[in-house]
């Protein structure tokens, strides 16, 4: 713990201005009176913001009048989680460029322990290269064929991706359209009124390793921040609307591959969440008998 007590407002303690430099650092402008030493309004408010990214503070609550030793922590393991995970991907954040409609009203944020699966999906469209033709999309991470990885919101903040396994997960969407079984054309879903139906895309391998990236910077994340990443799941395990949803080709070659390389678990050949279908054993051949 970096401080033992709480320190009020007006408090000139050594720590405040750590706790300012480091409310700083997380992107959290203090632009009045800066790192000046002085726990006043400004440093409070943001002190107060930070700890509602974290899950740990209602966003409707009251600005804080102190800062207490659990929140000093919290800021403490946030700084050092950034400069760990920061590295090992190369990802275009776009969170600060849209409004996060996306996010859940009533839960917007969880604590980083509640965070423990991937979910993976396809976007069934075309939503492109340019960053800025993702920010309607309400999901963490978009994947574009070309091997961009994009974030849109906070691992913290809870979006509407994935129905019931919202609140445990971070989205993945990889875009394009994919069959449901490779290799079967009509398991492709369609949009109504097209004039020539579509045939499923393949997976470029530039798009595949940064989804695996885009993973593997997560359960980083996810660690860095004093939580663990323990199952990915495709999202046809929570809605039978989704039965091709990634589709067995990213299933297989990312999916698997998360579970083989970094000990993810998809929970089982009977796992499925509100009205999800179970893994087919056209996607994965352990689960005989699972019908698409
Ligand atoms: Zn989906």
Redesign the pocket.
């Given at each position: 713990m970096p401080i033992q007590n709480s320190l009020q407002k007006g408090s000139q303690d050594p720590y405040v201005s750590i706790a300012q430099s480091q409310l700083i650092s997380l992107g959290y402008s203090l632009p009045r009176f800066g790192a000046d030493g002085v726990l006043g309004d400004e440093t409070l408010y943001a002190y107060g913001n930070f700890l509602v990214s974290q899950g740990l503070r209602a966003p409707a609550d009251e600005r804080p009048r102190s800062i207490t030793p659990t929140g000093a922590a919290a800021l403490e393991m946030a700084v050092q989680a950034a400069g760990q995970a920061g590295a090992t991907a190369n990802i275009i954040d776009e969170r600060a460029k849209h409004p996060h409609s996306g996010r859940s009203v009533s839960t917007p944020y969880r604590t980083w322990p509640k965070i423990t699966a991937v979910?993976l999906?396809?976007t069934a469209s075309k939503i492109g290269e340019k960053p800025a033709s993702w920010h309607g999309v309400p999901i963490h991470f978009g994947i574009t064929r070309a091997g961009k990885i994009i974030q849109l919101y906070d691992l913290t903040e809870v979006c509407n991706?994935?129905n019931g396994l919202n609140g445990r997960s971070v989205g993945i969407?990889i875009d394009g359209w994919y069959a449901g079984i490779e290799g079967r054309p009509e398991t492709l879903w369609q949009p109504k009124n097209l004039p020539t139906p579509r045939q499923p895309m393949n997976l470029p391998t530039a798009q595949a390793d940064a989804a695996k990236a885009a993973v593997q910077w997560i359960v980083n994340a996810v660690a860095a921040n004093g939580g663990r990443m323990t199952h990915i799941h495709p999202?046809r395990q929570s809605?039978k609307d989704?039965q091709s949803?990634?589709g067995s080709l990213i299933w297989q070659t990312v999916g698997l591959w998360a579970q083989n390389t970094l000990g993810l678990s998809d929970a089982g050949a009977a796992f499925t969440v509100g009205d999800g279908r179970a893994i087919p054993e056209a996607w994965d051949a352990r689960y005989t008998g699972n019908r698409y």
């Open positions: 979910v999906h396809q991706h994935a969407e999202h809605s989704r949803d990634p």
